[in-house]
């Protein structure tokens, strides 16, 4: 007679297990069960509690915490107003006394207001936000310098960094001029260096308000030593910018720390004295829009700005990772990225960053840091309009990115490592684009035939391939407003105007000096 095979299943097994295990713990006398209980206690839940504890360690290591307000340093209780051009000192001076805030000066080029207050300085920035008249308002952050201390010289190939980008042959088709002026941002220099003399331009100094501009951390001294040190001298180090010029602008305090809306002065100044390249040797997380205003003003003004990676081995450093900045980051003298090096998607070059020697406060050192990397582009960038001074800025950031050694964008190298020889022969070949987008300019806002009232604000759709200088604003043919720096904005106040009708335009203008065709519209004011 057959029978039938019957297989329990798992869940029933599984149960059979227990209920035996748990008759079996039962039966046992009291000592015998909390010998066992502590037995499997140090066995099974001690290594799963570390375990666990190590990975949250782990993790606690491996993350960094990305908080802008605290890793830059804000300085207490002060706040940073941008109003937009065409508002009035009357209407300021209402947002001051609403408020409670003591204005402590003005960067009027980009219509910025530093302003200190008694309140807690988050909840004020809210309000202002919510101002007709206000474009924004933020903390004023701090940043600080990139880089960390670690002729006779480059003979000796002590300077493997000039010899790693291909400057020799560079130097035939040009060792720059002095017409071509660098401004390093940075802690100041020494000009009586041995190595420095003769090269630096009188400066300031932002910190204290003086002439002063002597470097106390160590610092923009090395990299007026890789841009412009005397070279050719038998003495100390070979610059790579021979004959350039350089403007020193001190921002950097004592401590290495950089005060965002100094940085932002000293960009603006760097700019109205008509240097070619601006370095900034600093950086920071978080995005600072007063900055940024003031880097968009210098690029209107068709100058090229450069900027240290950072040093973090995380995420790009503002303001590196602005817009209208060639970002770099360090290379050793095998070319391979340091370490140190951030990366990311705002990554354009990479140059020269460790153990770099340059001049330094007792003589000559050797240095690292992508702030030493971001000092070679600068130079080279001044070399390439030593060669071709008819060439406008975005033409230099494309020759420095088209001739760097690299098969391709990536975020570790960018577009690769810059070869001074191929950018200046390409520099000296180059031609601008024969037909450029027409520069070409529409208000957006309002719209045409709008009735406005109180304080009316305008924006603007501005397009070209040549940087934008300014767009002008006029109410019946008078200009009420100018802008200087993208985003091109401004407002008006209709409180004193008639009711009626009115012709409203706004014109661009490129840095070669071209006008676009104006762009106009009726508009009604009714109050």
Do not use: C
Not at 45 to 59: K, N, S, W
Not at 159 to 174: E, F, G, P, V
Not at 230 to 250: C, E, F, M, R
């Amino acid at each position: 007679m057959a029978r039938i095979l019957y297989y329990p299943s798992q869940e029933a097994s599984k149960e059979n297990f227990i209920k035996k295990l748990w008759d079996f713990f039962v039966s046992l006398d009291n000592f015998t069960k909390v010998f066992l209980i502590t037995f499997l206690f140090f066995t099974l839940a001690i290594p799963i509690i570390t375990r666990q504890y190590l990975e949250i360690r782990q993790f606690a290591v491996n993350t960094r915490v990305f908080n802008p307000d605290l890793s830059l340093d804000p300085l207490p209780n002060e706040i940073l107003i941008k109003y937009k051009p065409g508002i009035t000192d009357s209407v300021k001076e209402n947002i001051l006394l609403k408020y409670k805030l003591k204005k402590i000066e003005a960067i009027p080029k980009i219509n910025i207001e530093r302003v200190e207050t008694a309140s807690v300085a988050e909840e004020i920035i809210e309000k202002l936000k919510e101002e007709q008249s206000v474009e924004y308002a933020e903390k004023n952050f701090r940043g600080k310098i990139q880089s960390v201390p670690n002729d006779v010289f480059y003979l000796d190939n002590t300077q493997w960094n000039l010899l790693r980008i291909n400057t020799a042959k560079a130097w035939d088709i040009s060792t720059g001029t002095s017409s071509a002026v660098i401004a390093i941002l940075d802690s100041g220099v020494n000009k009586d260096h041995e190595d420095l003399s003769g090269k630096i331009l009188p400066g300031h100094n932002f910190v204290d308000n003086s002439e002063d501009v002597t470097d106390k951390v160590e610092h923009g001294i090395v990299i007026s030593g890789i841009i412009g040190a005397v070279t050719d001298n038998k003495t100390g180090v070979a610059s790579l910018g021979w004959n350039l010029q350089i403007l020193p602008v001190k921002i950097v305090d004592d401590s290495g720390y950089v005060v965002y809306s100094n940085a932002a002065k000293a960009i603006i100044y760097a700019a109205d004295k008509g240097v070619s390249v601006i370095n900034l040797g600093f950086g920071g997380e978080g995005i600072s829009k007063t900055v940024q205003d003031a880097i968009n003003y210098a690029w209107g003004k068709n100058i090229v700005i450069v900027a240290p990676a950072g040093n973090e081995k995380s995420i790009m450093s503002f303001p590196a990772s602005a817009n209208n900045v060639i970002s770099v980051g360090a290379i050793g003298s095998t070319g391979a990225k340091s370490s140190f090096s951030n990366t990311g998607p705002e990554l354009d070059l990479m140059a020269p960053g460790e153990d770099v020697y340059s001049t330094s406060i007792s003589g000559y050192k050797n240095f690292s840091g992508t702030s030493i990397a971001s000092a070679h582009v600068a130079a080279l960038a001044g070399l390439i309009i030593s060669a071709n001074p008819k060439l406008i800025n975005k033409d230099v950031e494309n020759i420095l990115t088209d001739t760097a050694n690299g098969s391709g964008w990536n975020s570790e190298y960018g577009w690769g490592i810059v070869n001074a020889e191929k950018a200046l022969k390409e520099a000296t070949n180059f031609t601008a684009i024969s037909k450029r987008e027409e520069l070409s300019i529409s208000i957006t806002n309002p719209l045409p035939d709008t009735m406005v009232l109180g304080i009316a604000n305008i924006y603007v759709s501005a397009n070209s391939d040549v940087p934008i200088s300014k767009v002008d604003f006029s109410i019946n043919g008078k200009i009420f407003a100018t802008d200087e720096a993208f985003p091109y904005v401004a407002a008006f106040e209709t409180a004193s105007m008639p009711n009626g009708a009115y012709t409203l335009k706004a014109k661009a203008y490129d840095i070669t000096g071209k006008e676009s065709q104006p762009s106009n519209m009726k508009i009604f004011v009714n109050n």
